[in-house]
């Protein structure tokens, strides 16, 4: 059993930079795909960035590719996201999310979710 619980989400000016953190709590296998989703209501969530925790390779949305870093730091069993030149459209809640089977793009593959985080990025 994983848990996740994330952080970092908040109010900032469009432009702005902030940095989302997901603590996983439980075993990570090098197998896993930790990756990062968010959603507006009344739309799907969607895949923002996802890292593969064992080799550590990264993945984006091509909406944030270039502005937002995805990482990790094994010993801490942490995820983070570091976003730069926030966009009114990057607002939404955050999540952040495990897969055991690997690399996927897809929401109904994963099979841990943490609760959510909100950014909201004003003009």
């Known amino acids: 059993q994983v848990e996740l619980v994330e952080s970092g989400g908040e109010l900032v000016q469009a432009g702005g930079s902030l940095r989302l953190s997901c603590a996983a709590s439980?075993?990570?296998?090098?197998?896993?795909?930790m990756a990062w989703f968010r959603q507006v209501p009344g739309k799907e969530r969607e895949f923002v960035a996802g890292?593969?925790?064992?080799?550590?390779?990264?993945y984006y949305a091509d909406a944030v590719k270039g502005r937002f870093t995805i990482s990790r730091v094994s010993a801490e069993n942490t995820v983070y996201l570091q976003m730069s030149n926030l966009k009114t459209d990057d607002t939404a809640v955050y999540y952040c999310?495990?897969?055991?089977?690997?690399?996927?793009?897809?929401?109904?593959?994963?099979?841990?979710w943490g609760q959510g985080t909100q950014v909201t990025v004003s003009s």
């Open positions: 999310a495990a897969d055991r089977g690997g690399y996927s793009r897809m929401s109904s593959t994963f099979d841990y």
């Open positions: 890292i593969r925790w064992g080799v550590g390779n990264t």
């Open positions: 439980g075993r990570i296998y090098s197998s896993t795909f």
